[in-house]
């Protein structure tokens, strides 16, 4: 089994470049993510990549 940080900054890669094929800026979404992550449980976590994000967001 990998690292836990391995894992998590694999998954937050794939995030990033998720984004662009669902039509969004990568800052746009990533920035308030990144402020609800921190508060986030494992379940909302998620519903954090771009395709169960609203545009919204």
Same mark, same amino acid.
């Given at each position: 089994? !990998?690292?836990? $940080?391995?894992?998590?900054?694999?998954?937050? #890669?794939?995030?990033?470049?998720?984004?662009? !094929? *669902? $039509?969004?800026?990568? #800052?746009? #979404? @990533?920035? =308030?993510? @990144?402020?609800? %992550?921190? %508060?986030?449980?494992?379940?909302?976590?998620?519903? %954090? =990549? =771009?395709? *169960?994000?609203?545009?919204? %967001?």
């Amino acid at each position: 089994m !990998p690292p836990q $940080g391995v894992t998590v900054s694999a998954q937050r #890669y794939s995030w990033v470049e998720s984004v662009k !094929p *669902n $039509g969004r800026e990568p #800052y746009a #979404y @990533l920035r =308030p993510i @990144l402020e609800r %992550l921190p %508060l986030a449980t494992s379940t909302a976590a998620e519903a %954090l =990549p =771009p395709w *169960n994000c609203s545009a919204a %967001l």
